[in-house]
């Protein structure tokens, strides 16, 4: 089925533990996002990519890298996880992130991350 | 500064009608999105309003006014699967680009 695919669906890091997050889209989107979803906060940028081989931070970017491999891929790095990352990922692709642009973000099913 | 209002929580019974309200500031507009979300589950894009007025798709419907800076979301019919988490998103100008921030969601209970 076309879509964002992400992996993994769960992990448990450990404090000072690394490890990247996974997506890939099939839908040939130019524009691919990070955001993180904690209660009540609603959903945070934390990276985007407008086109390969383009990255840019979010609002909330600290403790984060990021990697747009291809059209396809677009990766997320903790490079030294803390408690405060502990979250819900998302991973969205659109087609476009231009002035015409009403397309809706297509979501990804999410990497629900603990960090002990 | 970027900022979004919509109501925490909405109850409604089953066959109603609701509408969930949604607010802005952003540094220039350029449309207003909304998602549902399940327990669980992904973000699902609903509706997107670049113009002031309203369009519909099926059950449900979406508004915006842009020279109030407020939107809503309209359900009909409601039904027990419409329970769910609905955030609206607003489209402005961020460094160069154009990005949507989103609200911190309304969670509506569809009782039967």
């Known amino acids: 089925n076309a879509g964002v695919t992400q992996t993994p669906k769960f992990q448990v890091l450990k404090t000072g533990q690394s490890m990247t997050l996974q997506c890939a889209q099939d839908?040939?989107?130019?524009?691919m996002y990070w955001y993180r979803q904690d209660p009540g906060m609603g959903l945070r940028l934390i990276y985007y990519s407008a086109s390969e081989g383009t990255t840019d931070k979010g609002e909330v970017p600290n403790g984060y890298n990021v990697s747009r491999l291809n059209k396809r891929e677009f990766s997320l790095r903790l490079e030294s996880a803390a408690p405060s990352q502990t979250s819900v990922y998302f991973c969205?692709?659109?087609?476009?992130?231009?002035?015409?642009?009403?397309?809706?973000?297509?979501f990804g099913s999410g990497t629900r991350l603990t960090v002990v | 500064g970027q900022s979004l209002e919509q109501p925490s929580e909405v109850t409604a019974v089953e066959g109603a009608i609701v509408q969930i309200n949604c607010t802005y500031q952003t540094s220039g507009f350029y449309g207003l999105s909304w998602y549902q979300q399940h327990d669980g589950g992904a973000p699902t894009f609903l509706s997107y309003n670049g113009l002031d007025g309203l369009e519909e798709t099926g059950r449900f419907s979406s508004f915006l006014s842009r020279s109030d800076s407020y939107g809503y979301l309209l359900l009909q019919e409601l039904q027990m699967k419409d329970s769910a988490s609905y955030f609206c998103?607003?489209?402005?100008?961020?460094?160069?680009?154009?990005?949507?921030?989103f609200g911190t969601g309304t969670r509506l209970k569809v009782l039967a």
């Open positions: 839908m040939n989107h130019n524009s």
């Open positions: 998103a607003v489209r402005g100008a961020y460094s160069g680009t154009y990005k949507y921030i």
């Open positions: 969205a692709s659109s087609p476009g992130d231009g002035l015409s642009s009403g397309y809706g973000y297509t």
